[in-house]
């Protein structure tokens, strides 16, 4: 069983940054995708960013050169830098991880990111 436990979000004003956290408990993390995914109201769902058990890494292209995914494999920990955030950034924020060796995805509670301008 793999479970996923996001942090970090909260209200910021526009330009400022906020960190998020997801910790990952079970087995396989380093063998697991990691990836932010967020939802606007109104809107569907969209990959921000994702990292390999190697560590590349893949953005979208609205956060390109604001937002760092990186992961901590020793701490099962994946973590979004979301830096110079803009109020269109608003959104429900998710971790998902997808375990490669069982063939599966995992799915966090998520946690609210609001951008006020």
């Known amino acids: 069983q793999v479970l996923l436990a996001e942090s970090g979000g909260g209200l910021v004003q526009s330009g400022g940054s906020l960190r998020l956290s997801c910790v990952f408990s079970g087995s396989g993390f380093s063998l697991s995708v990691m990836g932010w995914y967020r939802q606007a109201a109104g809107k569907e769902r969209e990959l921000v960013a994702a990292?390999?058990?190697?560590?590349?890494?893949n953005y979208a292209e609205s956060v390109k050169g604001r937002f760092t995914i990186s992961r901590d494999n020793a701490k099962n920990t994946v973590y979004l830098q979301m830096n110079s955030l803009k109020p269109e950034d608003t959104a429900v924020y998710s971790c998902?991880?997808?375990?490669?060796?069982?063939?599966?995805?995992?799915w966090g509670q998520g946690t609210q990111v609001t951008v006020s301008s």
């Open positions: 990292v390999t058990g190697s560590s590349d890494t």
């Open positions: 998902h991880a997808f375990h490669t060796g069982r063939l599966r995805s995992y």
